[in-house]
């Protein structure tokens, strides 16, 4: 059986400005997350764990933080989840227009 493969090389670039109010996003709240989740000393880690799952997976359910706002509104028709007010992810740009380069290898 001969196989046809190819390397398939996507590019998109997304940008976002991640919010917290810090009066909630302390480092209180940082020690608790650290006991359960990732070891993360600022909040410049966590801003960058959300924006990295929001250009993945584009769920505003984020596992350590709930249900975030997404430009300040409600993300989800959901009216019985509870928003995780303090985050706010501000969509700047997301790039719909993708770059894909396929090569065919041997």
Do not use: C
């Not at 059986?1 to 398939?8: E, T, Y």
């Not at 505003?60 to 993300?75: A, S, T």
């Amino acid at each position: 059986m001969k196989l046809a493969k190819f390397k398939v090389r996507v590019t998109r670039e997304d940008e976002y400005e991640i919010e917290f109010d810090e009066k909630v996003h302390n480092e209180e709240w940082m020690e608790q997350y650290r006991q359960v989740f990732y070891n993360y000393f600022s909040l410049e880690e966590h801003a960058e764990h959300i924006g990295q799952h929001r250009a993945r997976f584009k769920d505003p359910n984020i596992e350590g933080y709930g249900y975030v706002l997404v430009n300040g509104d409600n993300p989800t028709w959901r009216s019985d989840v509870e928003l995780t007010k303090s985050i706010n992810i501000k969509i700047v740009s997301e790039d719909e227009n993708v770059e894909v380069d396929v090569y065919e290898i041997d």
